[in-house]
């Protein structure tokens, strides 16, 4: 048996976001993602399924709610363009209002003193907020630009249900969190890769977590 501590030293805080990656579903793009200011997470109203029997509930079964997300940044990657219906047709020649491509996104937020959680948002929609453009005065403000994501979930897997967003603390396992960021946003042999929740589940096992 083990006492209840509070106040442990170095607490587990969460803070601050980082390594922003964009992957174009539609072209195969993975591209860094530059100047990203906050990412919102938000998160629906349960979804409840109540059992009734004779007239009386006996039961509830509830599943998380919808997930969507903002982002926050003062530029985005090229390839983001076709993700929000901006289509190029010459160089330099853009046309909005075209169809959208589906895109996943990952970033990193800090925990603790030295380790980092990896999330990754999969099968994402975007829509932009309105952008105002204002005179220059003697100082110059960058334009802050918000995406709202909605997100389609992905097909079962063993032991989840349909997700939309996963996370990996690297708190827990510093070696494997090294070999899943590899993956995503490559090293000198190998180019970035998105990474699908089965193909890390098949890390786990191979690590014996």
Same mark, same amino acid.
């Given at each position: ?128 907020? @309105? ?5 220059? $005065?003697? %100082?110059?403000?960058? !334009? ?5 994501? +909605? /997100?389609?979930?992905? @097909? ?5 249900? $349909?997700? %939309?967003?996963?996370? !990996? ?5 510093? +070696? /494997? ?33």
């Amino acid at each position: 048996m083990a006492k209840l501590v509070w106040a442990t030293p170095n607490p587990k805080y969460q803070y601050g976001v980082s390594h922003g990656v964009l992957y174009n579903l539609k072209t195969g793009i993975v591209a860094p993602w530059d100047g990203l200011v906050d990412v919102t997470e938000s998160y629906g109203e349960p979804l409840k399924n109540e059992i009734y029997l004779n007239g009386q509930k006996i039961g509830e079964s509830n599943h998380g709610g919808e997930y969507s997300a903002e982002i926050s940044a003062y530029s985005f990657p090229f390839a983001f363009r076709d993700c929000l219906g901006i289509q190029e047709i010459f160089k330099g020649f853009f046309a909005t209002q075209q169809a959208q491509s589906e895109f996943c996104f990952s970033y990193e937020t800090k925990v603790g003193e030295d380790k980092s959680i990896l999330h990754i948002l999969y099968n994402c929609k975007a829509a932009m907020s @309105s952008v105002n453009y204002t005179t220059i $005065g003697r %100082t110059v403000d960058p !334009i802050l630009r918000k995406y709202k994501l +909605t /997100l389609r979930p992905l @097909s079962d897997e063993p032991g989840m249900v $349909g997700t %939309t967003h996963i996370s !990996i603390d690297q708190s827990w396992q510093p +070696t /494997l969190f090294e070999v899943i960021t590899t993956h995503l946003y490559g090293n000198a042999n190998n180019d970035p890769k998105l990474l699908l929740p089965n193909e890390i589940q098949e890390m786990y096992k191979e690590f014996k977590i």
